[in-house]
């Protein structure tokens, strides 16, 4: 386990000096899921400031609940990237047989061939809305709470990985570009 994770560790570090080689890029990057994740939120304050309760539903229970959704899925997009262009980079390109021929599994060299840092900023912005809207809800943190939250979402990034490999798979068996 330790040889994985300092070999993911340098995927990481070697796909980062890529990424600012071309400062520009990454910073034009952060900005654009910066206003990605305003205008999201946004959208919620402003369905919310007209309609009072959706279902039952108050604005800070939502948003809550969309911090929540930010953790797991920042964690998901800043390291599987590759999975969302899966079938035209590995089967049509054939990139897939240069993973193959590496002595490293195939699916942990897709995962970390590319890393986007960027993304991670849904985790700050997930973690700021939860305890914002906690302390709005008077939601009551007890000392099991932050382990329960990290396996919750740690389980919620495997499902979405599940997921986009599962798609991704139907790759090899689809025709031309799916």
Known sequence: MAYY????????????????AYGADFWTGVFSDLVYQAANLLFLIVVFDHVPAVHGWRREEMLFVYGYFLLPYALFSATAANLWEFADRYVVRGEMDRVLTRPLP????????????????????????MLWCGSRLDVAWRWWDGPALLALVAGSTMIYFGIYVALASVAFWADGRT
């Not at 300092?6 to 990424?19: D, I, N, S, T």
Request: aromatic share 12%; no cysteine.
């Open 106 to 129: 195939a699916l942990f060299q897709v995962l970390l061939e590319t890393f986007e840092p960027e993304a991670l900023l849904g985790l700050l912005t997930g973690a700021g809305l």
């Open 5 to 20: 994770l300092a070999v993911g560790f340098r995927y990481m570090v070697q796909y980062l000096k890529g990424r600012l």
